[in-house]
């Protein structure tokens, strides 16, 4: 088993910055591939980031592509996701999500086997 614990969701201003943080416990995180998805109020929920276990690949969704950053360090078995140039429809609450090796479909959840329970960000206008 792998547990999952997101931190440092908040409340920011159109324009602001926030870093989340997902850290793993319980198996061997650096074969893990670390996954970010998001679901807002009544929406799906839906693929933000991935980071292959080697952090040499990383993949983001188009809404967020050059404005968030997924990274990892193995030795504190932690992933981040630096969100720059926030906008309200990015308010939505995040989640962590991990898969041993590569999951082939990384953008659906069905490609993860664990999760976190979900940090809270909300971006006001």
């Known amino acids: 088993q792998v547990q999952l614990v997101e931190s440092g969701g908040g409340l920011v201003q159109a324009g602001g910055s926030l870093r989340l943080s997902c850290a793993a416990s319980?198996?061997?995180?650096?074969?893990?591939?670390m996954g970010w998805f998001r679901q807002a109020p009544g929406k799906e929920r839906e693929f933000v980031a991935t980071i292959k276990w080697n952090s040499g690949n990383t993949y983001y969704a188009d809404s967020v592509k050059g404005r968030f950053t997924i990274s990892r360090d193995n030795a504190k078995n932690t992933v981040y996701l630096q969100m720059n140039s926030l906008r309200p429809e990015d308010t939505a609450v995040y989640y962590c999500?991990?898969?041993?090796?590569?999951?082939?479909?990384?953008?659906?959840?069905?490609?993860?086997?664990?999760w976190g329970q979900g940090t809270q960000v909300t971006v006001s206008s």
């Open positions: 319980g198996r061997t995180f650096s074969t893990y591939t």
């Open positions: 999500a991990a898969r041993n090796g590569w999951p082939g479909a990384y953008a659906k959840e069905w490609g993860y086997d664990y």
